[in-house]
């Protein structure tokens, strides 16, 4: 790891500010993929700037049926909170199957979603919900927000400090592992929401998280796995690498979202 | 016999340290002016080296110096060597290319060493290597074998044309070849051994320490046979002389193989520090371990094996292709030869065998032994094939190995071994039953009913452990003897140390070794410290591999206790005036047989140090070494059956039990038996299902983490079903046959043969990936 500054942000403000300062600087969320990358010397910030530690974005809050998860908060919690399991139950198994016990006690719902991953869980899960980020300057919807492979909709220092959603009707999430890293070589989302079905692919795009208008046309008139049977998955769009080639991927998309409708109930 | 003595299950003594974190391992070792190392290593997979230019980097802060490899050679350090000689079929000798510990004009793999940096600290010494600039040439570069044969193929050494080592054979070509001619039946199969990584837990690590007023080396390193390291540093590297090189092996943290070499880094090391006049200590991160660290297996063979009318084999066709790699690491050219081929008659009695190997450079890491070392090639090799062959012949597996298996020892095989005693079919039975494989069919049918594909595969396995009579691997080209020593040091209040060649890296030898001594002399297991891996300390030894520490080095041991048995129950029957034959020793007291008369222990020993009544003529002191050189290999051997359950929507395999039945012959501690067992299968479940190293066409390593190299985790593998069966080996005095490797030379072929039993075809190779079953199972469709 090349030197670095690291800088505790008490408030959203102070880490706005503390970012504004420090041009090469990036914000740190559990850091589980800046902190290893920047151990391998593939990114060298000159500052990192915490953003775990600022009490205003971290925890769950439920008002009727709407869900705020802060940005700093862990997935452990999502994964153990019982009111968010009375509504929302795919949401916590999402995150209780992320990584391993030490990456859900760091990792964070924000740096996941700002990372971008395209093999994450989060973004299937919130582009599945048609959630809505909140930054420190706006709020953006899960659908303009994740932008391709670990790039999203977020400006220069802009940062998320929430994401909201309305709890769904059911909703799902299956996902397969990839037999080295276990993230998901093939994640999908599906949700029953009050603005219709969702379904969202992780793992699998060839620019990341997608939605799945075929599954959602055949989910919305009948919801149920055999729904999903002659639904065609183009494999032209998918990744192809070491663990999984593209023609295999389309039939994990496939066989994932029958799991996560089933798991919906 | 006590509880702490053979056969009992005695908690490991080094477990406290370990457990604690108090293990002192090569990286914990600190010594004052200590500096830091970091090495320039090649980013293309073959390249020539224009110019290296050092300049920049050695103006960086905290740097010492940056050293290359005109340098090393100037100094007069040696190329690294393969020790062990073998000859191609036309007589020639193998066609070694030259390795510099730094590379000079040519790159060969991605991470071939080209310059040391010396800093303060490793930050800085990683910074400034950043700053060494090198003009390569980039040459075309191949890494699979048998595309490296191909006419037109990137030239890899000057030495060797055509990148072939050799082209070796064992066996009776014409024989077999007649008998395949008039055979009733021929399985042919192509079989490949996939390339691993081995990842002991601690990456390698080494400390050189130059002493200028001595003009003395010490070498902290992390290996598994620290006097041969000694040794060879010496004699063929030129590093320095016997006397003037200590090499100590602390605490290790697994090996599996990869830490029996000598590696660049430890020469370079040990010469940075007289150059810079600091000692340089270097610890491989993660990264360097996938790039550097030996890998193991990489074979592509082609197989033919002929059956009488009576489903009797009566030959068998071999034909391998071994990548070794960039350069020939220690003992790589032994692997696929007479560590491989030797094994080919499996437990069957085999007429007639021929194998062909050839072994051939390519621009990847060099590849040497990997837990089993060539023995789980020939397993994985028969197995499969015996499975195919049951398969076209319409009988069971069982039935088809039952029908072959050699029954009568001593047995002489077709390809040198001599088996000297065994049971197949009880292990094969015992397994079976513990399978409930008669009720296979019908768990089949639920599985089925479910939706899922279920398979059953069996693989027998032997094995040749405790290598090994020196005159016969120097007869077939090994370049040192492989006995073992051992001193047994009585001290004067009792207490015993005793000092092994033999190098524990997570074996339990502090337990085991010390349960024989609290056996033989009734004396507590806590009064007994086992000493090895320092050169100053121990006697010359061989170290540990090929499961040899019990079968070769405790018999050392037990050498070395006759005599001091012999000599104390001189002493006790001069003290009691008895007769020396009618000393028995029991319960921590000589004790003369059939009266009340006794002397505990420590009054021996001490009699035996103030020597003030001691028999005429005794020399006092109580201290024995012997020197134990095996009269043949150990033949541990058994049954592996795996049952499989794949997900056909996704290829997913689930190993829904698996059984071993060993016979390892007598042992010393079931426990760290069974540990042994569990984590040679655990590596065989890698191996069969998720294990693979992969390069790119320009020879860039593509599984150099854990992002992409799968290991085997808790979960991927099922709790195992154990039972031991016993013919005591009667080649040793304890009847020990060896333990370290048969999980991970048994499993792979186990496996297999029930992912393909449930796939309904043989069209697979390892590692059964989710994609690759998949795959294979809509081939099959």
Known sequence: ?265 | MGVEGIGARVTRKEDKRFLTGKGRYTDDMTVPGMKYAYFVRSPYGHAKIRNIDATAAKAMPGVIDVLDGKQLQADGIGNLICGWMIHSKDGTPMKMGAWRPLAVDTVRYVGDAIAIVVADSSGEARDAAEAVVIDYEQLPAVTEAVAALASGAPQIHPEAPGNLIFDWQIGEPDAVDKAIASAAHVTEIEIHNNRLSPNPMEPRATLGIYDTAEDHYTCYTTSQNPHVARLVMSAFYNVAPENKLRVIAPDVGGGFGSKIYIYPEEIICLWASKKTGVPVKWTSDRTEAFLTDAHGRDHVSKVKMAFDANNRITALKVDTIANLGAYMSLFSSAVPTYLYATLLSGQYDIPAIHANVRTVYTNTVPVDAYRGAGRPEATYLLERTMEAAARELGVSPAELRKTNFIRSFPHQTPVIMNYDAGDYEASLNAAMQAADWAGFAARRSQSEARGKKRGIGMSCYIEACGIAPSAAVGSLGAGVGLWESAEVRVNAVGTIEVLTGSHSHGQGHETTFAQLVAGRLGVPIESINIVHGDTDKVQMGMGTYGSRSGAVGMSAIVKALDKVEAKAKKIAAHLMEASEEDIVIENGELKVAGTDKAVPWFQVALASYTAHNLPSGMEPGLKETAFYDPSNFTFPAGCYIAEVEIDPDTGETDIVQFVAADDFGNIINPMIVEGQVHGGIAQGVGQALLENVQYDANGQLLTASYMDYAMPRADDLPSFSLSHQNTPCPSNPLGIKGCGEAGAIGSPPALINAITDAIGHDRLTMPATPMKVWQALHAAH
């Open chain 1, 1 to 265: 790891m090349y030197a670095t500054s690291y800088h505790r942000a008490s408030s959203v403000e102070d880490a706005v500010k503390l970012k504004s300062a420090n041009e090469e600087g990036k914000y740190l969320s559990g850091g589980m993929t800046l902190i290893s990358t920047m151990k391998q010397r593939l990114a060298a910030p000159s500052d990192l700037i915490d953003l775990r530690h600022i009490p205003a974005i971290r925890g769950i809050r439920i008002e009727g049926r709407k869900v705020t998860i802060g940005a700093a908060t862990p997935h452990a919690d999502v994964a153990a909170s019982r009111e968010l399991a009375a509504i929302c139950p795919a949401i916590c198994k999402l995150a209780g199957h992320i990584g391993d016990p030490h990456v859900r006690h760091m990792g964070t719902i924000g740096g996941s979603i700002a990372n971008n991953d395209p093999a994450a869980d989060y973004p299937a899960g919130l582009l599945g919900l048609g959630a809505t980020i909140v930054t420190d300057r706006r709020s953006i919807s899960a659908d303009d927000f994740f932008t391709g492979l670990f790039e999203t909709a977020l400006e220069e220092g802009e940062m998320v400090t929430s994401v909201t959603f309305e709890a769904p009707e059911k909703a799902g999430y299956a996902k397969f592992n990839n037999p080295a890293s276990r993230f998901a070589m093939t994640g999908v989302f599906v949700a029953s929401t009050a603005g219709g079905v969702r379904a969202a692919v992780t793992g699998a795009g060839s620019s990341g998280v997608f939605r799945h208008p075929g599954f959602e046309q055949a989910l919305a008139s009948n919801w149920s796995p055999d729904a999903l049977n002659n639904v065609a998955v183009d494999p032209s769009n998918l990744m192809s690498d070491l663990h999984a080639n593209a023609e295999y991927r389309a039939n994990l998309v496939k066989v994932m979202a029958k799991r996560a409708v089933a798991s919906a109930g």
